[in-house]
């Protein structure tokens, strides 16, 4: 699916040109020219939209990132930025003009100070393997998105990544204290500093969550945190899903917070179930998983408390892992909800709005008469600790129709997570995929000011171009065709 | 005091470019750059807007005091875990615009940590919304956490939702005699070791360590690190919040924020530090040039923090930054406030 819309800049490269500028910087086993080599880049975790390249970079220091973005700033070329692609909304799908820019090869952990609790890192370094390296001296990097073996800092940045535990130690940028930027002019920024509160502006925040659209990330550093001595994980089950909503509420309300709070409705416990043998009740319509974290006195105290309140919300099963072994797998099951998705359903379309955590119940009835409507069936996975949805919506890309149906489905989830006073993405960014819902999410004053934003950094559009935040021009399409409400007239054509 | 008045004064001086210096309470004249403009006092556009303990958030007007937002967050047993100090009345909006944090910081996070939202009015007096009220949300660029701290320069600050968290159960303060290199080299250690500790306060020789949570991580954790217990240690936290503790004094002080590890930098005027070594406060008559230095060699920087007007615009009370970075500052403030009406002077001389 060519998912590029009529209404954005028009870029002509000339490829031959291109080509040879970057050969002229970039030794051989550092560009990819060939559509052959160039296909795996042509998508990110979103399948459903793909785009070749005219050519793939890797390049191996910063010298060479500068020389790349001044030629394509000379040349007037698109660039995207990539790091392992697992990306779920596009943002690292190429553009048909442009050239991809991979930091695969910036993979290295350039400093871990144990004592400042800190490791300054490159962009292509995975998720996990921070994590790993601090794990010798009791410390570990706290975001951890379920995609964290493969996923890297630098994606996780351009997101603003969350994970399981994010309730209580904070989304990625709670916990970056400093980047190394490239502009597309190829000027140097150092943005943020290992003391707290740097002088002026705070572009870190701004550049966190900016989906590679304002600047390539050349150099991380991160905040490590000390591993908590001990963790369980409670797990409960109830018969009703609005129950297991106001148990959600009910812990936070009683003053706990704790170090993961996750749902699954009864499908996506039907999938994981088979797959990893987590020990789920199967008759449950939902299942909450709660995690406390500290000194084993404080974990019990905590659990104690929890589990009080979920039995008062009137859970059939409360289970609390009695072993590490244990703990991990009643996570093992949440951890691989996706890909057990994937091995039920030729396809699925992972969604991820965020919605006030009271308005549960109302969004997953909404989803089920939604499933009757789209004709195709859904599974609820929640991090319902901070509201944050992932319903994930089965259909196979070879039925004609399903796709268009499955987006149409998405589309709708998304409108009613604003509707219901949330975001259309709490985590996996906005890319190309939620380009329309932007248009419902922000009035065009606000559009307006993030392309100003845009245009500070990035005045002629190159980074990235046609993601993240709408023209206009484009908005004023979507409105149009959404006069009939939602009630798309010929949802079998593509929408742009 | 309707969101209309503040519109159509900010519309009035865009229109004719007159500078205007946003006021909430004004507790913190003490701080920033100069002070230009014709003063426009926000501080009765006040009052909670919505407040739901379950979801962690509040919403308030900009003029709200602090003291009325932590009053109705204590009845719930919530906090801002930010403690930021209130000085004297302090507004909600110029705390954020502030982004003045108190001893919690260095476990808890910065204010910008805690931004969930804000309704902003810029400077052609247009009214935008960015962010909301959900503890996750990454639709379009973050504006509403790069506004704290801005001083007032990219806009008004007329509404804004924070996060809220669940006050500890426990809190307890040890305190240990120790010196300045010792207390940085501990709080650094125990920092790397999973221990609730919420605040640190060094000063003349005493170091007290403020520890928070469950009752059992707190007790283990007094057990674990010894010293003597202080009992009543509210007052002293309160003073330390709002530089009310002797050490802080009442002459110009400089702040000085480094990588908490940095060791004593070994000059005259050290009054206290705080944040694990994070922040550190020197007396005002030091050679602004010298802290500076010192502050950029540590891979921090110095802010001249309380000081008379002229001098703050003499030195300027934020650290240089570099052609660049201060270049991009620019492009940024004109999108915002393309006649620079807004508080001109207050951050840094060319905004
Ligand atoms: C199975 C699965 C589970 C997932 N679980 C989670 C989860 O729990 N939480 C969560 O938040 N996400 C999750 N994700 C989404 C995804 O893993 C994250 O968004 C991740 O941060 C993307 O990292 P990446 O390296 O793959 O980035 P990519 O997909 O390669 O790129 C993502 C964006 O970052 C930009 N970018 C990459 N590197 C740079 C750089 N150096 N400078 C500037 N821009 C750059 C790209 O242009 C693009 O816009 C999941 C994905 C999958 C497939």
């Known amino acids: ?496 | 005091m309707r969101l209309d008045d503040l519109v159509s004064a900010i519309g009035a001086a865009y229109a004719c470019g007159t500078p205007l210096r946003l006021r909430g309470a004004g507790s913190k004249d003490f701080y920033g750059g100069m002070l230009l403009g014709d003063v426009l006092e926000v501080g009765a556009y006040r009052g909670i807007v919505a407040y739901a303990p379950s979801e962690l958030y509040i919403t308030a007007r900009c003029g709200t005091p602090l003291a009325e937002i932590e009053a109705t967050l204590a009845e719930q047993g919530q906090m801002l875990a930010f403690e930021p100090p209130q000085f004297t009345g302090a507004s909600l909006g110029g705390c954020v615009a502030a982004g003045l944090a108190g001893p919690r910081r260095q476990q808890a996070g910065a204010v910008r940590d805690f931004v969930l939202g804000v309704k902003l009015i810029d400077g052609t007096g247009q009214v935008l919304d960015f962010g909301g009220q959900v503890m996750k949300n990454v639709a379009g660029y973050d504006v509403s956490r790069l506004l704290a701290g801005s001083l007032g320069t990219l806009g008004l600050l007329a509404e804004v939702s924070l996060k809220v968290l669940p006050r500890p159960v426990a809190e307890a303060t040890l305190l240990f005699a120790m010196e300045e290199g010792e207390a940085i080299a501990r709080l650094n250690q125990w920092g790397a070791r999973p221990l609730p500790i919420s605040a640190s306060f060094w000063s003349a020789g005493q170091l007290f360590l403020r520890l928070s949570g469950a009752r059992a991580a707190v007790d283990a954790a007094q057990q674990k690190l010894g010293g003597e217990l202080l009992a009543e240690a509210g007052d002293h936290w309160l003073a330390v919040r709002e530089q009310q503790h002797a050490a802080f004094g009442t002459g110009p002080l400089w702040r000085l924020a480094l990588p908490s590890g940095t060791p004593p930098l070994g000059l005259d005027g050290l009054l206290a530090s705080e944040w694990g070594g994070g922040q550190r406060w020197y007396a005002g008559d030091q050679p602004g040039a010298v802290l500076r230095q010192a502050a950029r060699q540590a891979g921090g920087h110095a802010v001249l923090y309380r000081a008379a007007e002229s001098q703050r615009g003499l030195e300027g009370a934020f650290a240089p930054l570099p052609e660049p970075l201060l270049a991009l500052h620019r492009r940024l403030k004109k999108s915002f406030d393309p006649r620079a009406i807004l508080n001109p002077g207050r951050l840094y001389a060319e905004l």
Request: with cysteine; glycine share 10%.
């Open chain 1, 1 to 496: 699916m060519k998912p590029m819309p009529t209404s954005e800049p028009r870029f002509a490269t000339d490829r031959p040109q291109l080509a040879r500028r970057l050969q002229a910087i970039l030794p051989a086993h550092c560009l990819l020219l060939d559509d052959e080599e160039l296909r795996p880049y042509e998508c990110d975790g979103l399948t459903a939209f793909r785009e070749l390249p005219l050519a793939v970079c890797l390049p191996e220091n910063e010298t060479q990132v500068v020389a790349i973005l001044r030629t394509c700033y000379q040349l007037g070329v698109p660039v995207v930025a990539r790091g392992a692609g697992t990306g779920l909304s596009g943002g690292a799908m190429p553009h048909a003009q442009g050239v991809v820019l991979s930091l695969a090869r910036f993979n290295k952990i350039l400093r871990l100070d144990p004592l400042a609790r800190l490791a300054v890192v490159q962009p292509g370094v995975r998720n996990l393997a921070v994590s790993e390296a601090a794990a010798p001296h009791g410390l570990y990097y706290a975001p951890d998105p379920s995609s964290q073996i493969a996923c890297t800092l630098g994606g996780n940045v351009a997101e603003n990544s969350g994970g399981v535990h994010c309730l209580k130690y904070g989304l990625t940028v709670h916990n970056i204290l400093r980047l190394r930027l490239v502009s597309i002019e190829g000027e140097i920024f150092e943005i943020g500093s290992e003391a707290p509160d740097a002088p002026g502006y705070d572009l870190l925040a701004l550049l966190i969550g900016s989906e590679g659209m304002l600047g390539v990330v050349t150099e991380v550093t991160v905040k490590l945190v000390p591993k908590p001595e001990q963790a369980r994980v409670v797990m409960a089950s109830f018969a009703a899903v609005g129950q297991a909503g106001d148990a959600v509420a009910a812990i936070i309300a009683a003053g706990i917070i704790p170090a993961g709070l996750e749902m699954m409705d009864k499908a996506a416990t039907a999938a994981v179930e088979p797959f990893v043998k987590a020990g789920y009740d199967l008759e449950a319509a939902a299942i909450l998983l709660c995690e406390s974290d500290g000194t084993p006195g404080e974990v019990a105290e905590e659990i104690e408390r929890v589990t009080a309140v979920l039995t008062a919300a009137g859970a059939r099963e409360i289970r609390v892992s009695q072993s590490e072994g244990e703990r991990l797998r009643f996570w093992a099951g949440r951890k691989a909800a996706f890909p057990a998705i994937g091995r039920i359903s030729p396809d699925y379309y992972c969604m991820d709005g965020t919605i006030p955590r009271k308005r549960l119940a109302e969004m997953l009835e909404a989803i089920a008469g939604m499933e009757k409507k789209y004709g195709l069936r859904c599974a609820n996975v929640f991090h319902a600790g901070d509201g944050n949805l992932h319903p994930l919506i089965m259909y196979d890309a070879c039925q004609p129709g399903e796709w268009a149906r499955a987006e149409a489905f998405g589309g709708e989830i998304l409108e009613l997570s604003v509707a219901l006073g949330g975001s259309i993405t709490g985590e996996h960014g906005v890319g190309i995929e939620k380009i329309n819902q932007m248009c419902v999410q922000y009035k065009s004053p606000e559009l307006q000011v993030f392309h100003a934003i845009k245009a500070a950094f990035d005045e002629r559009g190159l980074l990235n171009p046609g993601k993240a935040v709408p023209s206009l021009h484009r908005c004023a399409e979507y409105g149009q065709m959404h006069v009939h409400h939602g009630e798309l007239k010929f949802p079998e054509l593509e929408r742009f």
